[in-house]
């Protein structure tokens, strides 16, 4: 019995060796798998889950790639390593009817981020390039603060009723919401609290400018009426009944207190925003119109309508007193720029060159030579309507809005696409463009 309770303490002594042998075993491989995946690893790669967008080619690219496509080149960082103000790369966020927003590189013409959040289509988005910071307003009714290194969501400003316009100062990181009751709201974007709001009354604002500089805001309401609002004294400081119609479009200038607006009656007017009084009124065109800018200091005024024209005005402004002051008058018939096929979308100018962009419902980018009223280049490519058109008249760069869902990139000199961006499922809706 003592013999072969030896025998059985000696195997269970071996099969312990054994085992003790073979996990040593199994640990030292494990070790050494371990330390082939550390230098097989990127040095930018965390091992934690940090892949956050995807890219044109559906790949996806690592929070700090990212982020080192957005910082400043090294050049361009000053003496004590501090970085630029902007990004050193020429970037684009565009929004969709699909309800994302893409973020591209538009050196090689790739996506660095999808951003998802909106459940519906994105209307408008604007973009604060040195933080890295966008926002954007929805169909949903919300807005989105994103961060564009990482792709996610800062926060959203849920308004809980319908929005209609949106206006954003990165500089006192304050954004103004227009609403169908006919209320503002303040929004801190640091917080995302709504920092106050104002009560206008009925009426939706079909059209809202705002100057954050002096707490003013000029509203177009749907029956016609202007009213200018003081955010400081909280009320209205100003109020006329202007258009018969719905207003389609308007821009002023806060300095000389001067609007220009246009109804779908076909009327364009200049109004003193002081006192509501009718400066200039005109009918230029036989449908409405749906896009105009204004050369204030050399007084000239261009309109893009429906009716597939534009026409390009020269106003001036009697003098009182050594100052101009009073009505404008119109001293010669308008020049009438035909080309598109298609109602005229929009229109970018830049007057010091007496050049123009317009974007038609043709598909169809045209540059107009304004001084001689005929049309430089036709840039085509695009299978159907442009919603807008970005230019950077310095550069000689134009980015288009496409209804086919493409965000096309051109170059004015030879009137060739650079780049055709392509990822959206929707219509390219709005965009911002850093030129940089």
Not at 285 to 314: C, I, N, Y
Not at 365 to 391: I, T
Request: contains cysteine; glycine residues 8%.
């Amino acid at each position: 019995a003592r013999s072969k309770s030896h025998s059985n303490r000696a195997n269970y002594s071996a099969v312990t060796c054994e085992m003790a042998r073979r996990s040593a075993m199994m640990l030292a491989l494990l070790a050494a798998l371990c330390l082939c995946q550390h230098w097989q690893r990127p040095r930018w790669e965390s091992p934690r889950h940090n892949f956050i967008g995807s890219s044109a080619v559906g790949r996806f690219q690592p929070r700090r790639a990212v982020r080192q496509f957005l910082q400043p080149s090294q050049h361009q960082r000053g003496a004590e390593g501090k970085a630029a103000d902007a990004p050193s790369k020429p970037f684009a966020l565009s929004g969709s009817w699909d309800g994302t927003l893409r973020l591209w590189d538009l050196e090689t013409g790739k996506t660095l981020q999808k951003l998802v959040g909106h459940n519906g289509a994105i209307w408008r988005v604007s973009v604060d390039w040195p933080s890295h910071r966008a926002l954007s307003f929805g169909a949903d009714n919300s807005l989105r603060l994103w961060d564009l290194a990482t792709g996610q969501t800062l926060r959203e400003l849920c308004c809980g009723e319908l929005l209609q316009s949106v206006q954003v100062d990165w500089t006192s990181q304050q954004a103004l919401t227009a609403h169908a009751l006919g209320n503002l709201k303040l929004w801190d974007l640091t917080t995302g609290d709504v920092i106050d709001e104002f009560t206008c009354g009925s009426g939706q604002a079909l059209c809202m400018d705002v100057h954050m500089a002096s707490k003013r805001v000029l509203r177009a309401l749907t029956d016609g009426t202007f009213q200018v609002w003081d955010l400081e004294r909280r009320g209205v400081v100003q109020q006329w009944r202007g258009h018969l119609e719905k207003v389609t479009c308007m821009t002023a200038n806060w300095d000389l207190n001067i609007a220009a607006s246009a109804c779908r009656g076909n009327t364009v007017r200049l109004w003193d925003i002081t006192d509501g009084e009718t400066l200039l009124e005109m009918r230029p065109h036989t449908e409405p119109v749906l896009s105009l800018s204004v050369d204030w200091k050399r007084g000239r005024l261009l309109t893009a309508s429906e009716d597939h024209t534009m026409m390009l005005w020269d106003i001036q402004r009697a003098e009182r007193g050594g100052k101009a002051a009073g009505a404008f008058t119109l001293p010669k018939m308008p020049l009438w720029l035909q080309g598109h096929n298609s109602c005229v979308w929009d229109v970018q100018v830049d007057w010091p060159t007496n050049r123009a962009l317009s974007a038609g419902g043709d598909g169809i980018l045209k540059l107009w030579d304004l001084s001689r009223g005929v049309v430089e280049k036709e840039l085509s490519g695009h299978k159907e309507c442009l919603m807008g058109v970005h230019v950077h008249w310095e550069s000689k760069r134009a980015a288009t809005l496409g209804g086919d869902g493409t965000f096309r990139i051109w170059d004015l000199d030879t009137g060739l696409a650079l780049h055709v961006l392509e990822g959206h499922a929707g219509a390219v809706s709005c965009a911002d463009v850093n030129w940089r």
